[in-house]
């Protein structure tokens, strides 16, 4: 089985300043995908990025990049230019390379950004 | 960009009863989910559905759950005799035949009483 581990709980940053979120895995499959959710206050669940464990390139999107460390399983991201809006729950989540999206879900970091 | 839409938003009951919560996936999807996330915690694999029928299913699904697609558009999930610790948040999502991405509904908040 997949375990997801996020060490900390509550992160706060100043607006425009930037976070850094981790997460670290535990697998024992070589192909498998990495994702990290945002879940503000609607509860909605909002894909942020996505890394492919083949892809050795870090996946960027906008302000949210990653860190991903296949030797190390770890895989946290970045929020640069830190907006009052993505003030939320950030999860961070694995799935297999089967491409059946059973997620497994780290226990979240919720993120305060103030003004 | 497309959604998921689920309903209600919202569902209050009595333990015991039997609840349907509902979801309309987008229309081109065709692999679907259900998850939950009791309140504080983290959000749990329930259910996959695919070609009409459970592809996995989690330690959480037990015999009190079902999920069916009865006309080929909603897909729901069916908890024959609710308890307390059902109340959670529960998930509908779904996606396509490439597997980009996978799109979450809105959640319907049940709450048994």
């Known amino acids: 089985a997949q375990t997801v581990t996020q060490s900390q709980p509550e992160m706060s940053v100043q607006e425009a300043e930037t976070v850094t979120l981790s997460c670290t895995y535990d697998t024992s499959e070589n192909n498998y995908y990495l994702f990290w959710y945002k879940q503000p206050p609607s509860r909605q669940m909002i894909l942020v990025i996505r890394?492919?464990?083949?892809?050795?390139q870090n996946a960027t999107e906008n302000r949210f990049s990653v860190n991903f460390q296949k030797a190390a399983k770890s895989f946290s991201l970045k929020i640069s230019d830190s907006q009052l809006g993505d003030t939320a729950m950030y999860f961070c989540a694995f799935m297999t390379g089967t491409n059946d999206y059973k997620l497994s879900f780290g226990a979240g970091t919720t993120v305060t950004v103030r003004a | 960009e497309p959604e998921v839409t689920q309903t209600p938003s919202h569902q209050v009951t009595q333990m015991g009863q039997e609840v349907i919560l509902r979801c309309v996936p987008i229309?081109?999807?065709?692999?679907f989910y259900w998850y939950r996330q009791i309140l504080g915690q983290k959000v749990e694999f329930l259910v996959s559905f695919y070609n009409n029928e459970i592809s996995e299913k989690s330690e959480i699904f037990d015999d009190q759950f079902s999920v069916e697609r009865p006309d080929g558009s909603n897909f729901t999930l069916k908890i024959r005799s609710t308890k307390l610790e059902d109340s959670a948040m529960y998930f509908c999502?779904?996606?396509?035949?490439?597997?980009?991405?996978?799109?979450f509904g809105s959640g319907t908040q049940l709450s048994v009483l």
């Open positions: 999502a779904g996606t396509g035949a490439t597997n980009e991405k996978l799109f």
């Open positions: 229309s081109n999807h065709l692999y």
């Open positions: 890394q492919e464990a083949y892809k050795q």
